[in-house]
């Protein structure tokens, strides 16, 4: 059996997932800059009222969470009296519904690395919880070991489940009921993939392109390109993630 305790995590989140929500304030934020052109309104202040917009869109559109892990159930609860989420308040699901999930570390755009754990539902719901950029990482620490071990003994308890006893004669029906854990992007090749055609690309830049390089093209050389090249290879080629 699943042990009978819970365990809670709180953080913030985008409950209608990251790529759903960009496309949502950019198809927003986009027009008020059109408009804004059209209006004649100057450049800097436009520039400014974009990336207000998107900001302000940004915090409208995520929303404090309660997550609960038991060994009867998973549950999400936001914390927030917006209209936007009236639909996904609460949302709670048994383990057997848990189809698979990805958990590992990721890199933000301007603060750093994150820990992260991505859970799937049979319904397409999908959860996504991080550490906030290690500012909760003791509790998400606990929470992550509590799910992994949830995990575990759900995927032991079905797998005894469907072993037939020696005296039974009743053929045991074969369904997959495990909960699968999915590889984080830096697992799969398409990452390795990547990671050496960037390099090869930085190459040919280095042997063909380099003397007719302008200042800003070596600034970006130096301090994205390589850089990230070389996140990329550490993390596609060295570093391996812990298993869950």
Known sequence: MLSDASKTYNCKILPYGTLAT???ILSISFPLMYAGIFLGIPV???VLLFVGSIYLLLNKFSAQATFVISNKNL???LHTTSFLFKNVLHEEFAWNEVKSFKSGT???KYRGEFQFLEIKFSNSSVWYISDMYGERKPDYDEFLSAFSEQVKQFNQDNKTAQQPSAASTVPVPAEKNSIEREKTFYETIWAKLFTILLGVFIVMVF???GPY??????FKMNFVLLPGFAYMFYRSFIKKEKPV
């Open 106 to 108: 990721d890199k933000g």
């Open 44 to 46: 800097l202040i436009n």
């Open 22 to 24: 960009i496309a949502i």
């Open 213 to 218: 390089m302008s200042a800003t093209s070596v």
């Open 207 to 209: 042997l063909f392109a």
């Open 75 to 77: 549950q999400r609860t």
